[in-house]
């Protein structure tokens, strides 16, 4: 059972930075996919920005060139740098692992942190 804490959402202005962190209970080693997601009320769950094994990341166009992902460090904690934001931005934001074992899928997630932006 993977186990997933984020935490440094909070409330911003429009234009301020953020940065997200995710602490993930296993060794990155046993994971295939890392990254976050995102949820307003009334939409679905999308995808912000993912990296997956071998380092290539995956970001929304909505986000590029604003957000960074980065590989989680030492501690194992994965970190999303959010900068320039905007109102449209806020949301739940949730930390998201994908594990292959015994050559099934399993995915786990965050319980979210919320990122609210002023205009």
């Known amino acids: 059972q993977v186990q997933l804490l984020e935490s440094g959402g909070g409330l911003v202005q429009s234009g301020g930075s953020l940065r997200l962190s995710c602490s993930i209970s296993?060794?990155?080693?046993?994971?295939?996919?890392m990254g976050w997601y995102r949820q307003v009320p009334g939409k679905e769950r999308e995808l912000v920005a993912v990296?997956?094994?071998?380092?290539?990341?995956t970001y929304a166009d909505s986000v590029k060139g604003r957000f960074t992902i980065s590989e989680p460090d030492a501690k194992n904690r994965m970190s999303l740098q959010m900068n320039s934001l905007k109102p449209e931005d806020a949301a739940v934001y949730y930390c998201?692992?994908?594990?292959?074992?015994?050559?099934?899928?399993?995915?786990?997630w965050g319980q979210g942190t919320q990122v609210a932006v002023s205009s």
């Open positions: 998201y692992v994908d594990q292959r074992v015994s050559g099934r899928e399993y995915a786990y």
């Open positions: 296993v060794s990155i080693h046993s994971l295939n996919r």
């Open positions: 990296i997956v094994s071998g380092g290539s990341t």
